[in-house]
């Protein structure tokens, strides 16, 4: 276990919808990433948060929104969903968002947009 | 545009075979180079290497960069079954700083 937890686990939705992914970090740890997993690209680095702000930005839809919030959990926002955003939505954490340090992972959540 | 290539894509060995995967990549502001090995859904955090030459090892994972020709290697000896797999291996650098991610290697152990 990790210790970065992501809810929900599972998610099932229509196109056009809007759904929230949630993240909580590791305790003590400051910053958290949101990446996007889909068979074919691999592992897409989308957003990083640092201490409430932004603190660099991937390859993020415009539909996509993120917010880091004063208790350090963090909620992906997608809207407007279309069949191509069924992926693996992972969320990690590190200390201080630095370069030289490893993350950790949370378990995902998988959606599926039907 | 800065990418990691990882080979091969899939693997199938079986218990007790020793193992290399391959990391090559084309990263600027390169930092550091990390392994991950993902099992069902959360990557789980191996190796970090910084510099060339100088060898990782747990147990019986071990793994090296070479920053000259822009590669790494993991090696896994005697093989067991819970070492199938997807294993990623990333970059830290680019423009941004974060984690550039290959595709993987889906190592498959058979008993």
């Known amino acids: 276990d990790s210790g970065v937890t992501q809810t929900p686990k599972h998610l099932i939705t229509a196109t056009g919808q809007r759904v929230t992914l949630r993240c909580s970090p590791r305790s003590g740890d400051l910053s958290v990433y949101w990446y996007q997993q889909s068979l074919d690209q691999g592992l897409q680095f989308l957003i990083q948060?640092?201490?409430?702000?932004?603190?660099a930005k991937g390859n993020i839809l415009e539909r996509f929104s993120a917010q880091q919030f004063p208790d350090l959990h963090s909620e992906l926002n997608l809207s407007s969903l279309e069949l191509g955003d069924s992926a693996l939505y992972f969320c990690a954490s590190s200390v201080l968002g630095r370069p030289d340090e490893k993350l950790f992972f949370g378990s995902g959540t998988q959606l599926s947009v039907l | 545009e800065d990418k990691v290539v990882q080979s091969p894509l899939s693997l199938v060995v079986h218990e007790g075979d020793t193992v290399t995967l391959n990391c090559s990549y084309e990263?600027?502001?390169?930092?550091?180079l990390l392994w991950y090995k993902q099992e069902k859904k959360a990557p789980t955090f191996l190796f970090m290497l910084?510099?060339?030459?100088i060898e990782k090892k747990s147990g019986r994972l071990s793994s090296i960069l070479d920053k000259k020709e822009l590669f790494s290697i993991l090696n896994i000896t005697a093989t067991q079954t819970g070492d199938s797999a997807v294993y990623l291996c990333?970059?830290?650098?680019?423009?941004?700083?974060?984690?550039?991610f290959g595709k993987g290697t889906k190592l498959s152990v058979k008993p």
């Open positions: 990333a970059v830290n650098g680019g423009s941004q700083g974060n984690l550039i």
């Open positions: 990263v600027t502001n390169f930092r550091s």
């Open positions: 948060y640092y201490n409430g702000e932004e603190r």
């Open positions: 910084t510099s060339s030459g």
